[in-house]
């Protein structure tokens, strides 16, 4: 197989929670993948993992066909950039780029120092005394410069302003068509990601819930509004993902595309429809998962 | 420009498709990249070059190996009539629907059509006969 990382049953324990509970994926490679997930969903751990920074309790993982583990033919070619990446004491910007140039083989100095002027990175500073903004560029800079056959970003963005945040997405854009290789980007900022992404993938307590083409799952949900009986007699028997009414008028989720026949169908009976964006699916979706886990938990009880 | 809930490689193809049909890109005129593409919509490039793919399948542009691609010959003919086809389904039908609910009927809607166009004439010639 062609797939760049392979996880099979993947569990992570923690004293009594599963961080990550028999997570199975397989990562072709080639593309930007979005990784999202609420807070403590298990996104930072799968991370840790794919990169040896952490441990499974059980599964096999597999990168580059191999354990990644004390590893280190496999390692060089990944960079993982933490969203709290600790440096020593006394390093500056400098030092830590001459550090993963070193490191990385594909580095590439001229777009490094390019990157710099466009955050304006202070470089004589001690990263100690830097901006958590400017602290964020000097992981966004590794990131790309090093041009690593797999780069995870963690929340690279962490107080980046809007303008930090565009360059890093623009230059992302411009270097990875110039030199494809497999983006794994993890973000809560899922309406700034969602046209820089080709795949979804989607934890939540610590399973995978969604994994898929973002195009496919761009028109997997629609929002229909109108007058309440209307509503309700055409939501029957679908999948509704959420519902909220205001009066007599109720605006229901539903999941499943609509063929051209069926949009017709419900602009003549008076109703109206509204796009969902990627960020309302996911939240409608991570809701619904949560909802349905806590039922169940009830049940047992 | 980019809009929810519609596949993006849809969207970027009928972009192209309004630039053939409104003659800023002529035909036999180099289309842009999908690299060109993706910086300007800010998207995947992958998802620019299935936009593309689509256009080349429903032969609208074709491929100069080693050059790229280009709007082929008689591609805004094709366009016009396949856009003229569902003209009264997108555009008149959500019409009618609203004239109906403000009780507007199919004669109301033709004097109003009418008295608009005649508007919109004499403000593009700019002068009225």
């Not at chain 1, 799952?217 to 519902?243: F, M, N, P, Q």
């Amino acid at each position: 197989m062609t797939a760049v990382i392979e996880v099979h049953n993947l569990t992570k324990r923690y004293k009594t929670k599963n961080a990550l509970d028999n997570v199975s994926l397989s990562i072709e490679g080639g593309a930007i993948y979005g990784l999202l997930g609420r807070n403590g969903a298990g996104k930072t751990t799968l991370m840790s993992i794919l990169t040896a920074q952490n441990f499974e309790s059980s599964g096999t993982v597999k990168v580059f066909g191999e354990h990644p583990y004390e590893n280190a033919p496999v390692l060089s070619r990944i960079c993982f950039v933490r969203e709290s990446q600790k440096y020593p004491d006394d390093a500056t910007p400098r030092h830590a780029f001459k550090a993963a140039s070193l490191f990385f083989k594909n580095w590439n100095q001229e777009f490094a120092e390019q990157l710099i002027a466009d955050f304006q990175l202070p470089m004589k500073q001690t990263i100690k005394k830097l901006s958590r903004g400017q602290l964020s560029a000097v992981g966004v800079i590794i990131g790309l410069a090093s041009r690593a056959e797999i780069t995870f970003f963690d929340e690279p963005y962490l107080g980046l302003d809007a303008v930090a945040r565009q360059i890093f997405y623009d230059r992302l854009l411009d270097d990875y068509a110039e030199f494809p290789r497999t983006i794994i980007l993890s973000s809560h900022l899922i309406d700034e990601v969602s046209n820089l992404i080709e795949h979804v993938v989607v934890i939540d307590d610590g399973q995978i819930l969604v994994n898929e083409d973002t195009d496919s799952l761009r028109d997997r949900a629609v929002t229909v509004v109108g007058d309440a009986a209307a509503v309700d007699a055409w939501a029957g028997g679908r999948e509704v993902l959420h519902s909220e009414s205001l009066g007599r008028v109720r605006s229901v989720t539903v999941l499943g595309a609509l063929s051209a026949d069926e949009r017709a169908e419900v602009t003549a009976s008076g109703l109206d429809l509204a796009p969902v964006s990627l960020q309302q699916l996911i939240v409608r979706l991570t809701q619904k998962a949560g909802a349905t886990n806590s039922a169940e938990n009830q049940e047992v009880r | 420009m980019i809009e929810e809930g519609k596949a993006l490689f849809l969207q970027i193809a009928e972009q192209i498709e309004d630039q053939i049909l409104d003659r800023s890109l002529e035909e036999e005129a180099k289309a842009p990249s999908t690299n060109e593409l993706a910086a300007f919509y800010r998207i995947n490039p992958a998802t620019a070059a299935k936009g593309v793919a689509m256009l080349t399948d429903k032969g609208v542009l074709y491929k100069r190996r080693g050059i790229g691609m280009f709007i082929a010959t008689g591609a805004r003919e094709a366009l016009l009539t396949e856009r003229r086809a569902v003209f009264a389904d997108r555009y008149i039908d959500p019409l009618l629907a609203e004239a109906r609910a403000l009780g507007l009927g199919a004669d109301d809607l033709a004097a109003l059509l009418r008295e608009r166009a005649a508007a919109a004439s004499t403000t593009i010639e700019g002068n009225p006969a």
